[in-house]
């Protein structure tokens, strides 16, 4: 049931899609059927693969410095409280800030290109890495901590070697809700500037009004969010095997 | 509480301190990173300037529209799946396809949809925030104390007055959290919104500032958009503590 689930759902609201489509009869709403064409068109073609790749690679490029940032951060800021009096003014301060709409000034210091996408992506989803970090990380039992120390530990052996691991199941969770703001911010930032990508491609087929290929794109999104999510919780699970199972909220401000 | 108050001002103050130090160094040109000093005095100005003023009342009128409409129906379909047992079946598989969708991406769908105006914008607060309302408002109903129910019908109340009267105020706490987040996100939604297809509101601003290289004018709606979203926030965070201060 709980493998069907997602699978059922999914076709009602294809259901849902084509008979309103059938209903409404206008050409900016094909049905799912007029879509599948052009869909299967763009996935041999190979058009979309290559703004799927370079969609991707920043994305992945953002997240590899947000975690290479947030981690050790948050680890941090949860064992000290000196750091987390210092650290989390600031979050609270950037929190309701609107991150993809800083891209125009991002484009202004660092020019139109890759970068500016992937900086933007990195300060999204570095927010709740760090946050879930340091949750994780300051409710580390103690008694793991005085053990280490007894053994002979360092410091810093302790961070790598008891923290971290034991901060792992609510660190993941923070890496959950940085996929579902990262993709967000990837698909936004290319609609604001546009030049390649998964969200260019949705506005540039809608600006030629090929209708059919607006919506194939779209559903390639939906796909794709999907698929990293679920292949990410995947991971998660088999990494966590041995902590008790908390589900994420799957939202957040991006 | 003063002094903690003081002690989580300190590094926001040193950023700021920072940022005014870096800029009027002369190791960056004005244009690429303007003085913070500048940015707040641009700000106090335009928000005395009518066509800012008009904007800023559109982008909140759709804001509060979408978000009000989240609330509404996310604390229903929250509770009714909790409640319903095909409402339950659905409820899981249907937030795991939809929760990870980037729902910007559907944002063109609503333009084509809905018209170039208020609608489609609405439309993509309302699904950007349903969602932590929804999870919100579906777990809490689930975890109110059966007993509280058992109760409720057996002193006679119908079951869609149990909803109202007792899994309703029980569910509240969280699903005044699950608003808190929805805020946030609706804040930054509808200004993506408007950058994203500009034609009025905050996001128009930034774009039309960006657009002419007025770099303190693109910080403007930054700040003002922020501004809105920690006002709200804290708000909601203070209405939360009066009205369920029961809860703790």
Redesign the interface.
Same mark, same amino acid.
């Given at each position: 049931?709980?493998r069907l $689930?997602?699978v059922?759902? @999914?076709l009602a %609201?294809l259901a849902i899609w084509q008979l309103g489509a059938m209903a409404l009869q206008a050409d900016?709403?094909p049905t799912p059927i007029a879509v599948l064409p052009d869909l299967r068109a763009m996935l041999i073609d190979g058009d979309i693969w290559r703004d799927m790749a370079a969609s991707l690679t920043r994305l992945a490029a953002g997240f590899a410095i947000g975690l290479a940032a947030g981690v050790p951060l948050g680890i941090v800021c949860g064992r000290s409280t000196a750091v987390r $009096?210092?650290?989390?003014? @600031?979050l609270? %301060?950037f929190?309701?800030?609107?991150?993809?709409?800083?891209i125009?000034?991002l484009?202004?210091?660092f020019g139109a290109g890759d970068l500016s996408k992937i900086l933007i992506i990195t300060l999204t989803v570095t927010l709740p890495i760090v946050y879930h970090a340091q949750q994780g990380a300051a409710a580390v039992e103690e008694k793991l901590l005085w053990s280490a120390r007894a053994m002979g530990f360092s410091p810093a052996a302790i961070l790598w070697r008891v923290v971290l691991p034991a901060a792992l199941p609510e660190l993941l969770l923070g890496v959950r809700v940085g996929?579902?703001i990262g993709?967000?911010v990837?698909?936004?930032s290319e609609?604001?500037v546009r030049q390649n990508g998964?969200?260019y491609d949705?506005?540039n087929a809608?600006d030629m009004a090929q209708?059919t290929l607006?919506?194939a794109?779209?559903v390639i999104?939906?796909v794709l969010?999907?698929v990293?999510?679920?292949g990410f919780e995947a991971l998660r699970r088999r990494l966590t095997f041995w902590a008790p199972q908390r589900?994420a909220?799957?939202?957040?401000?991006? | 509480m003063i002094r903690n108050a003081l002690?989580?001002?300190?590094?926001?103050l040193l950023?700021l301190a920072l940022w005014e130090g870096f800029a009027r160094s002369g190791l960056v040109p004005r244009t690429?990173?303007p003085p913070a000093t500048l940015v707040i005095a641009r700000t106090a100005t335009a928000l005395t300037t009518a066509s800012f003023d008009a904007d800023l009342l559109t982008t909140l009128t759709r804001l509060l529209a979408g978000l009000a409409l989240a609330i509404i129906l996310g604390i229903a379909l929250g509770i009714l799946a909790a409640q319903n047992r095909v409402g339950g079946?659905?409820f899981?598989?249907?937030?795991?396809?939809l929760?990870?969708?980037?729902?910007?991406?559907?944002?063109?769908?609503f333009?084509?949809?809905l018209g170039f105006e208020d609608a489609p914008r609405i439309a993509l607060v309302l699904i950007d925030a349903i969602?932590?309302i929804m999870?919100?408002a579906h777990?809490a109903a689930r975890a109110v104390d059966e007993k509280l129910i058992w109760s409720a019908r057996a002193a006679g109340l119908s079951p869609a007055a149990c909803v109202l009267r007792v899994v309703l105020p029980a569910a509240m706490p969280q699903i005044m959290t699950g608003i808190r987040?929805?805020a946030?996100?609706a804040?930054?939604?509808v200004?993506?919104s408007e950058?994203?297809q500009p034609g009025d509101g905050l996001?128009d601003q930034?774009?039309r500032?960006?657009r002419a290289?007025r770099?303190v004018d693109?910080?403007v709606?930054?700040v003002v958009?922020?501004?809105?979203?920690?006002l709200l926030?804290a708000t909601l965070a203070t209405i939360r503590a009066q009205a369920l201060a029961w809860a703790a």
């Open positions: 049931m709980t $689930g997602p059922l759902v @999914l %609201l900016y709403l $009096g210092c650290v989390n003014p @600031l609270a %301060l929190y309701p800030v609107p991150k993809a709409a800083l125009p000034i484009m202004l210091w996929i579902v993709l967000i990837m698909i936004s609609m604001i998964l969200g949705i506005f809608m209708y607006t919506y794109v779209i999104v939906g969010g999907y990293l999510d679920s589900q909220m799957v939202a957040a401000s991006s | 002690r989580g001002a300190a590094p926001i950023l690429l990173l079946m659905i899981d598989p249907l937030v795991r396809v929760g990870p969708l980037p729902k910007i991406a559907l944002f063109p769908a333009l084509l949809l969602f932590p999870l919100a777990a987040v929805a946030v996100i804040c930054v939604v200004f993506l950058m994203v996001g930034m774009i500032a960006a290289f770099s693109m910080f709606p930054i958009i922020s501004a809105l979203g920690a926030d």
